[in-house]
T-cell receptor, first 113, second 114 residues
Framework: DAKTTQPPSMDCAEGRAANLPCNHSTISGNEYVYWYRQIHSQGPQYIIH???NNETNEMASLIITEDRKSSTLILPHATLRDTAVYYCIVRVYRETSGSRLTFGEGTQLTVNP | NAGVTQTPKFQVLKTGQSMTLQCAQDMNHNSMYWYRQDPGMGLRLIYY???????DKGEVPNGYNVSRLNKREFSLRLESAAPSQTSVYFC?????????????FGAGTRLSVL
């Protein structure tokens, strides 16, 4: 699975968009990009995933560059409850190993009032 | 809608004691996982079960055993607890039907080994 690089921390003002970058320059054609977050002391929560097209759901948008070497998670109107560690994970599905995820250290997003 | 349920939520053990962490999911998922998270670090996979009747080692399996009791339940056993196993343990499950790889996590078990 491709390695990902994320900034260790970011700040965002409440009500503004939070744009969290992720670099995955060694990604291969069949690897998906997943985003999870972990609010302090809770279990990780799935946010969104994509292969090559941009994706949007009720929580966030995922923008993947055309060469797929990087992506950005966008929280359009950040709230204080969005303060969490955000993990970008690249994963290929293998029949014999299911969907094992490798968590890095993620980005600590702090939303300020 | 319970999702993934872990018990207990907290546990304190003495070195050498044994215990079993329980995990159950009610989403009819095929795959289940056990992770540990040490302070300030990301999650590391201990063991996983891709489907009922199968288990495989993850990144940090030493000192642990698992049992996939049935499709719903996946337990993690510490036979002889050590202080290095002080951590937060998370169980997760995923459907793994087609390309659906999303994992859903429980609330965690906080374990201290003295």
């Amino acid at each position: 699975d491709a390695k990902t690089t994320q900034p260790p921390s970011m700040d965002c003002a409440e009500g503004r968009a939070a744009n969290l970058p992720c670099n995955h320059s060694t990604i291969s054609g069949n690897e998906y990009v997943y985003w999870y977050r972990q609010i302090h002391s809770q279990g990780p929560q799935y946010i969104i995933h994509g292969l090559k097209n941009n994706e949007t759901n009720e929580m966030a948008s995922l923008i993947i560059t055309e060469d797929r070497k990087s992506s950005t998670l966008i929280l359009p109107h950040a709230t204080l409850r969005d303060t969490a560690v955000y993990y970008c994970i690249v994963r290929v599905y293998r029949e014999t190993s299911g969907s094992r995820l490798t968590f890095g250290e993620g980005t600590q997003l702090t939303v300020n009032p | 809608n319970a999702g993934v349920t872990q018990t207990p939520k907290f546990q304190v053990l003495k070195t050498g004691q044994s215990m079993t962490l329980q995990c159950a999911q009610d989403m009819n998922h095929n795959s289940m996982y056990w992770y540990r998270q040490d302070p300030g670090m990301g999650l590391r996979l201990i063991y996983y079960s891709a489907s009922e009747g199968t288990t495989d080692k993850g990144e940090v399996p030493n000192g642990y055993n698992v049992s996939r009791l049935n499709k719903r339940e996946f337990s993690l056993r510490l036979e002889s607890a050590a202080p290095s196993q002080t951590s937060v343990y998370f169980c997760a499950s995923s459907a793994n039907r087609g390309r659906d790889l999303v994992q859903y996590f429980g609330a965690g078990t906080r374990l201290s080994v003295l």
